[in-house]
């Protein structure tokens, strides 16, 4: 079974940066390769970024591109997600996932989702 917790989520001015963490509760944890994705209401959940096992491929959504960075500490089963220059829009629940990693192509697994952390960006 494996449980995946994020936190680091709040509330952030416009400008502000704030770093999202999720917590693997599984020994494979650096085996797989892992995502953040997001929902604001009334959206779709959307893909935000990923990572692959070993941190040497990244990939990010065009929206965040350039001031989201994505790692992974797999000595600790935790990955990150640094969010600088927040816009309004970066306002949603944000969702860490397990999933498999093709070049820079990220697959979900519907399975392996944590429960969100809310992020709230006031204009």
């Known amino acids: 079974q494996v449980q995946l917790v994020e936190s680091g989520g709040g509330l952030v001015q416009a400008g502000g940066s704030l770093q999202l963490s999720c917590t693997a509760s599984?020994?494979?944890?650096?085996?797989?390769?892992m995502g953040w994705f997001r929902q604001a209401p009334g959206k779709e959940r959307e893909f935000v970024a990923a990572?692959?096992?070993?941190?040497?491929?990244?990939s990010y959504s065009d929206s965040v591109k350039d001031r989201f960075t994505i790692s992974r500490d797999n000595a600790k089963n935790m990955l990150y997600l640094q969010m600088n220059s927040l816009k309004f829009e970066d306002t949603a629940v944000y969702y860490c996932?397990?999933?498999?990693?093709?070049?820079?192509?990220?697959?979900?697994?519907?399975?392996?989702w944590g429960q969100g952390t809310q992020v709230t960006v006031s204009s």
């Open positions: 599984v020994r494979t944890f650096s085996s797989f390769a």
């Open positions: 996932n397990r999933g498999t990693m093709n070049r820079y192509t990220y697959r979900p697994n519907d399975n392996y």
């Open positions: 990572i692959s096992w070993n941190g040497a491929v990244t």
